[in-house]
Each structure stands twice: as C-alpha cells, then as structure tokens.
Nanobody, 124 residues
Framework: QVQLVESGGGLVQAGGSLRLSCAAS????????MGWFRQAPGKEREPVAA???????YYTDSVKGRFTVSRDNAKNTVYLQMNSLKPEDTAVYYC??????????????????WGQGTQVTVSV
C-alpha cells in the first residue's frame, strides 16, 4: 500500500514558477514509477510527467522544456518543477504511483495509487 500527499500548489502569474511535491509512504517507494497528472474543469485527467524507478523522465509534449520531474528516494518524494507557466496549465494536479511507468503516461490513466490533488492556478 502506498499513500501519496501532494503539496506546493497555488496561484501564480503567467510566466512564473511553482514546485509541486509528493510525499509517499511505504518502504517500497523506490520500486514504483511516479507520475503527475492534471485535470482541468470539464476535461479528462491527462498525464503530465512521469519518472521511472531508475530516474528516467517522461513528459507530455505541452510541458517539455518547461517542467522537470525528479525524485529523491531517500526522502520518498517526487517533485514537479514547473517554469514558464501558462494559463492553460491551470488544473488540479495529481501525484500517482504505479509499478509500470507506461501506466503513468497513458490516457485514460490506469494507475495503482493516487494522491488527493493540489490546485494550480495560473493567471494572465
């Protein structure tokens, strides 16, 4: 069992930055691939970024060059650094964990564990 708790969301102006964190419980964290999804009002939940157990990152095209996913296995934490934010990045961001990284890059998502979500709002 893995429990995920996100933090770091908030309100930021376009062009600004935020860093999301996701703290995971459990001793098996390093075995899991970790990912971030987002869901805007009226839209489906979509993958944003993922990182394999070995540290290989994956990004959806719309965030490449702006977002960076990383993990600290010693702290059981995964991060999403978001730079050059745009209003279209506004959404609830969810942390996810799965033994298969491909599940963290798929839509619709098929994921073992979810966090509760954190709101990110980017104003013009």
């Amino acid at each position: 069992q893995v429990q995920l708790v996100e933090s770091g969301g908030g309100l930021v102006q376009a062009g600004g930055s935020l860093r999301l964190s996701c703290a995971a419980s459990g001793r098996t964290f390093r075995q899991y691939a970790m990912g971030w999804f987002r869901q805007a009002p009226g839209k489906e939940r979509e993958p944003v970024a993922a990182i394999s157990w070995s540290g290989r990152p994956y990004y959806t095209d719309s965030v490449k060059g702006r977002f960076t996913v990383s993990r600290d296995n010693a702290k059981n934490t995964v991060y999403l650094q978001m730079n050059s934010l745009k209003p279209e990045d506004t959404a609830v961001y969810y942390c996810a964990a799965d033994l298969e990284v491909v599940h963290l890059t798929s839509s619709p998502p098929k994921v073992d564990y979810w966090g509760q979500g954190t709101q990110v709002t980017v104003s013009v």
